[in-house]
Nanobody, 124 residues
Framework: QVQLVESGGGLVQAGGSLRLSCAPS????????MGWFRQAPGKEREFVAA????????YYAGSVKGRFTISRDNAKNTVYLQMNSLKPEDTAVYYC?????????????????WGQGTRVTVSS
């Protein structure tokens, strides 16, 4: 079983930056694809970014491409989401997820494990 714990959320002004971290416990996730999703109030959960187990493959939602960067440090068993140029519409609860996949999935159904989420609020 993999337990994922997100951290780094908070309140930031528009144009600011935050870095989210996802530190799995119970098992290494170095061979898992990892993803970030978010859910804004009253909306469905949506894909944000994903990275393959080898960290050479990444995939982003169009709404965050060029502003967000996903990365991983397998030695530290941690995945990051660097968020720059934040906008009020980025306000959401952000979830980390792990998938036993050789590709980089964007569908939530492809992910096997989920964290509890960390809240990001961007003020205008």
């Amino acid at each position: 079983q993999v337990q994922l714990v997100e951290s780094g959320g908070g309140l930031v002004q528009a144009g600011g930056s935050l870095r989210l971290s996802c530190a799995p416990s119970g098992r290494t996730v170095s061979t898992y694809a990892m993803g970030w999703f978010r859910q804004a109030p009253g909306k469905e959960r949506e894909f944000v970014a994903a990275i393959g187990w080898s960290d050479t493959a990444t995939y982003y939602a169009g709404s965050v491409k060029g502003r967000f960067t996903i990365s991983r440090d397998n030695a530290k068993n941690t995945v990051y989401l660097q968020m720059n140029s934040l906008k009020p519409e980025d306000t959401a609860v952000y979830y980390c997820a792990a998938a036993q996949a050789l590709f980089v999935p964007s569908r939530s159904s492809a992910y096997d494990y989920w964290g509890q989420g960390t809240r990001v609020t961007v003020s205008s």
